[in-house]
DNA sequence: GTCTATAAAAGGATAGAC
DNA sequence: GTCTATCCTTTTATAGAC
């Protein structure tokens, strides 16, 4: 994986610069984290920041595009299920500032014209879509019935787990996977019967 | 429900405040919104501003303080039960602002320090509450069966509620309400079974 | 690739007059 | 209650040297 040749300390630097943003916004929250703090920590000028990332939301951006591919490849490549999924959400409980990266730029980039707003929409096409093979997959293995749509079960799932996200910000005690485990047999139960979604 | 008396101006014109915040925080979001604009969009000056609410976190405190009062009044109180909490859900849609401010600020306040950060924690535990009382109303009411518990379901709904407003956000055709009744149903035929959580 | 310097704006908050 | 004026801070971003 070590990168070779003239973009070596490029890339280097670039990794590190992601890790500490992270630190700064598990510290103060993405609102109140600057680039200059980010600058400082990682022994840069303001200036010498911006060279590699043109503002901060393209920072934040590649934070959590980094995020999404390392998640990808150490859970959701080798296990597309539902237990992959599960598998994601608990290895988030290590690393609390994304966390709060997450909850608090998508809730920033919401709103119609921000920077992110593309990136958080086409996000969420994404996981929604991995969310639904899950629930294929589920039914193809007897798990679901085929009496609810696939679909409906998968938002409810991404909203339970980005809610739950928030819930344990505020209360890091609150137990993420139990409580969407709970909910995954819910829904397959509902599922076996005739009258369901 | 009128004010009399010598407060009567000072109320109206902090109920003016209020909408005109939520306005600004609908167009721009609760980041970008400042205390300048509102205070020039209200005919005020930025210290006329600060002097009803004493600082940015005050403010939009007390906007989400008056609509929880507003919910309260209008659905909770005479219906405390799951259909109260999707009445609710369903009167967000008409409030984007509000769904705006909620999502963005409280993921802001989630940091360890923020002024707003036990005004969440409260408003969080208080929904709790209802939600896990209109869990125990649906078991006696028969619909939910002994099976489950009630605290891991209201944290769910709460978690998914959440959650949907975030995607309802990004994508305003998402029908939060049909998905968590969805949901509810779920939960409910998971709880008549003898293995449930 | 990194820095210095600086722009240019906006932010929140306060003091004190009226 | 409201304004003017001002403060100080901080922000992102750019220009140009090395």
New interface residues.
Partial sequence: MKQRGPYAKGTAKREEILAVALEVVAA?????ASNREIARRVGLSQAGLMHYFGSREELYMAVLDARDHRDATAYWDPDPSFAGFLRVIENNTRVPGLV?LY??F???A??GR?PA?DF??AR?ERVRELSIRSVRMAQAGGEFGPN?DPA??A??I???????Q??W???RS?DMV??????W???????H?PD??
């Fill in positions: 103060k929250g993405c609102r109140n709060q909850v608090e998508s809730a920033e919401s709103i921000h707003h958080f929409r969420y609810i409906v079960v938002d409810v991404v909203a339970a787990a980005d809610g739950l928030q819930q910000l505020l209360d609150i139990a409580r969407l485990q709970a909910m047999d819910g829904m397959a139960t509902l599922s019967l369901a979604a």
